[in-house]
């Protein structure tokens, strides 16, 4: 080719790119427009909902529009990912141009920053608690998950060697090997350290679980009642948390059938917490089976909050145990060892899933502190059997009491809490409020799925007496209002 | 209003109703074809652009259709914020498509997590020269900002005290009444301990301050050379980083003209970092003052980490003195006072920044370690300006040592670090592999902005004997290779 018809064809291509940008400022023009009619159109079907007494939100009419998309979208060739992401984004913006467009706040966070403002759980029952007792009167704390008992003394003696043996500097940002050694081993066979990240206690095993696996958009299960900090972290993320509510009626089994139904292309991942908090239920080994080939069979994430296995009071089977590559296991020394404030928890899980969570991790905040991994690593050699004897006597002693009462509950078979349904449909959150003046703190049930407005949650973690104290103000309160 | 036509009325909406769901779905399908459409011409564009060897990415055309958009959301009545964040999100993907289209990862934090991999930064090398040592051999730390000396005497005992006066339950998310009230005491009249959050270190300081703050499509400005970190928290909630680069010809100093230009609309935060690591520069207060008015004009945060201030060796100007709301000041244990591995850091600003950090930390990890949290508040009791002195000390030798090779530098104000260049084209990555060979570790100047390849960072965090022994082996490879 010579060198004319070179520039000459360098010249009609620069056109061509010309003429190319034109076109896409236009298609992007005409895209908006069209967004904009949309939104139009989603404001007047709101109005006409309203006036239809309808919902604003309608699943069975969003599916459809999702499966539409779907369709459309291996039809014209786009990723569906893209495509269901983007509708989520319309969906979402019209929700919140509905409510208050002034008041547009920045980020995914967002979600979770202005959710956490209204409801009541037992920790902003902990903290109003705690706001009574700096002005003198005394509570009884029964509405939190923190052993009243202390970790083994092995960590005292850690604490100051720390200091001496200089362990006071970053670690690996997944941990330390000696922890991760041992959790491995007492975890089992085919848990190698690779596969473990020590966290900044269970909660952040989960958090970082949940942000590096799910995007905006993406469904997340959960199994409620349930810790609210499952969905507090999909809504950090802008993924929607769809609940599989179960019954005191059904003993709090959840039905695999109703499971199967709820899972959809955007279905991610689903979280399992037992012996569960706040009921105290264990699965059957069946159940739990059933559970995993269900996930199996969508390629679903199983995220296994295992916190409180060490207070099982029959059988219970850990996610280790079922060989699935998209399980992750989370557990702590919170609860099994009293060492709540020394925030030490991990995630066992495969490889390539743990070190997204060490990434995670290692950006948010480098490693957990290391004189903190040294006292778990002394906590492990201690024996905390006696701790779990006590705990499942003093949940026999609110058991009885509670029944003494008249009121209805599935006794728990681990954990630390009993979760009993009030009578005459008295609201849980009216009567935590009538206990706090008595000076009992226990929690509101609807802090774990909104159905629950007429249980509350008693945990076990004070000594026998000051239960039987808190239980005589209930018994109180129940009976004279 | 008689009941038929009341009942025809109702019949009529619900008609209204269903016809205007249609025509939801058909303009959903509408905007989807035209996408698809657009993502083709993007794709047609980028092979013309390869032929004509031009970059994928265009700064020019993407602002102008971005301000084409804007302008197109003033005029159809959408929000600004919403139309921006959809065209990024068109962009992402078209690039994203155009890269690998099989391996599409989950999340905001993909972007972070496939970013991490390949990176050489002062951290994988660290973690290199862990793994040389686990083999047996020595290696000399001057790569990691980690002070070799101990934290005061008094964390020792505080350790025990926290042991044996029950000090490890879960704090307020926010941190201990106590240290807040200190570290306030401490910054000057102003500042409240409800404007305080003690964190995971600075670094989650840094996290939550930017997660909060900032949003997909969000630009944040970071003054280069830059601790990789703002980055990173920045690609995890999909916020785009742009670098002003500053030169060893300007002795570091940033040029404000530029940063005017650098902002538009999308421009949501600047990031300081002064005594800087790893120049060890620190701003002329008129320079920062004219930093801070230029944020105050756009309503830009000033993220201000000033986790060296106590290595000032010059007049140094918090960003508290400057009375800007928008402002976050981060700092932290780490390096002032020895305690890396303590992870205890914090942000002061404003109380509404204050209480969305905290949602934050509160939802990922509860709250920071007690026992690590009452150790702070003891290290806050001793004097630490010999370590001041000391290091002060160490980089006099360094700068003398590397004046000596010929090497170029501006001397440190502050900060523990000296960032030398290499002369003849020397990369600083391969004379970094190099000297770990020969048994020293330090950073290569490109993790700190891909502008400075040929720079390393030498850090002061070693005895003066060591210093020299390392300091000696640069000066070998330097002259033999």
Redesign the interface.
Known sequence: MDKDSRVQR?RS??E??ER??L???D?????????????T??K??GE??S??NMNVKDEK?EED?MN??LG??DE????R???S???D??LA?SVR?QQI?QD?K?????R??SR?KSKQTH?SI??KA?QIEASGRRILHME?G?PDF??PSE??GA??E???L???????PAGILKLREVIAKKAGSGISEDMIAVT??G??AV?ATI??????G?EMISIEPAWP?YR??AD??GANTKALKTTMADEWIPDTKKLEEMINKRT?MIVLNYPNNPTGKILDKKILEKIVSIAKQNAIYLLSDEVYSDYSFRDFSSILHHAYKRSIMVSSFSKSHA??????GYAIADKEIIS?IT??Q???????????QY?ALAALKARTSENVEMVRKRLDIISNRLQRMSLCFVKPDGAMYVYPQLNNGLQGLSLVEKLLDRGVAMAPGSGFGEAYVQFIRISACQPEDELEKGLDILESVLANG
């Open positions: 360098k291509r620069n061509d790119l190319m940008r076109e896409m400022r298609t992007t023009a005409s895209i908006m427009r069209l967004i904009q009619k949309r939104m159109l989603s007047q079907i006409i909902k006036t239809l009419v529009i539409m998309v459309l979208s014209i060739g786009m990723s990912e893209f495509s992401h983007f509708l984004a319309l913006e141009l467009q547009y920045s980020g995914n966070v967002s979770l920053l956490e920790l902990f903290l705690k939190v923190e202390s970790p960590v005292r604490l100051t720390s200091f001496d200089k362990h006071y500097h970053y670690s690996e900044v206690g909660r952040f958090f942000v590096s696996l799910l995007r905006e993406d900090a507090e972290c950090f993320v991610k060492m709540t404030g020394f925030r030490v997204n990434k995670v290692a950006t948010a905040l480098t490693c957990v502190a290391e004189p903190m006292s």
